[in-house]
């Protein structure tokens, strides 16, 4: 459960990017009930991009891999703006494969941050 440095997205916002692990779920939520802002940020942005699941087609942040109904991602990329703009939201957000998932935090932000083409969310806007 960890953050990794600021990076920049390929649309050029500096963020301070987090992965969300299914199998951290636990420790994520209670950072947030103790009140740390990025960890409320991060739940609460997995939920939102859990729910519109659903609705949207989705695929990996990171290797474009489509998930079929009813999949539930075993990691979340949460990029938060270093500079937060209210106008424009508090977080992006990235669904993550099981193949993907398998590599560290730091892999995972590299390739998702970095993607060119897509969109700041894939499937759920942001929060």
């Known amino acids: 459960m960890g953050q990794a440095q600021s990076n920049p ?17 636990k420790e994520w939520i209670a950072k947030a009930k103790s009140g740390d802002k990025a960890a409320r940020i991060c739940v ?16 990996c942040g990171c290797c474009d891999t ?6 539930i991602p075993q990691a979340f990329l949460v ?9 424009k939201g508090k977080a992006y ?8 998932s ?3 935090d730091r892999w995972l ?10 969109a700041p969310a894939v499937s759920a806007p942001r929060q």
């Open 102 to 104: 398998k590599h560290d």
């Open 9 to 25: 997205t390929a649309e050029g916002e500096n963020c301070d990017g987090y992965i969300v692990r299914r199998k951290d779920q």
């Open 44 to 59: 609460a942005a997995a939920s939102n991009y859990m729910k519109a699941i659903p609705d949207q087609p989705t695929v």
């Open 66 to 71: 489509p998930f079929l109904l009813g999949y």
């Open 93 to 100: 957000t990235r669904a993550v494969c099981w193949e993907c």
């Open 109 to 118: 932000v590299e390739h998702g941050v970095r993607r060119v083409g897509l």
């Open 79 to 87: 990029l938060i703006p270093t500079r937060r703009d209210p106008e």
